[in-house]
């Protein structure tokens, strides 16, 4: 079991920006493929982007590519999402989740319970 705890969300004006965190429980946390996931008022949950095991290859939903940068710290058992030139459209409660068979944005096996994310015009 796995346990994710997000943190770093909050309210800022469009243009801005924020970086969330995202801690695990896991002693294994390095065997763990990450990713970030929002849901905005009555729409679907969508995935944001994601990181693998090694740190290699981040890869994101095509509306933030060019802004969000994801990272990790197997040290820390930490996982970033570093959010750049915040839209509107951003705002979403943002999900930490993690797999160990992840294949693109399908596999994620744990979440954390989310933070929320306010853009202003």
């Known amino acids: 079991q796995v346990q994710l705890v997000e943190s770093g969300g909050g309210l800022v004006q469009a243009g801005g920006s924020l970086r969330l965190s995202c801690v695990a429980s896991?002693?294994?946390?390095?065997?763990?493929?990450m990713g970030w996931f929002r849901q905005a008022p009555g729409k679907e949950r969508e995935f944001v982007g994601g990181?693998?095991?090694?740190?290699?290859?981040?890869y994101f939903t095509s509306s933030v590519k060019g802004r969000f940068t994801i990272s990790r710290d197997n040290a820390k058992n930490t996982v970033f999402l570093q959010m750049n030139s915040l839209k509107p459209e951003d705002t979403a409660v943002y999900y930490c989740?993690?797999?160990?068979?992840?294949?693109?944005?399908?596999?994620?096996?744990?979440w954390g319970q989310g933070t929320q994310v306010t853009v202003s015009s």
């Open positions: 990181i693998s095991w090694s740190g290699g290859s981040p």
């Open positions: 989740a993690a797999g160990r068979r992840v294949i693109g944005t399908e596999g994620f096996d744990y």
């Open positions: 896991a002693r294994t946390f390095n065997m763990y493929d």
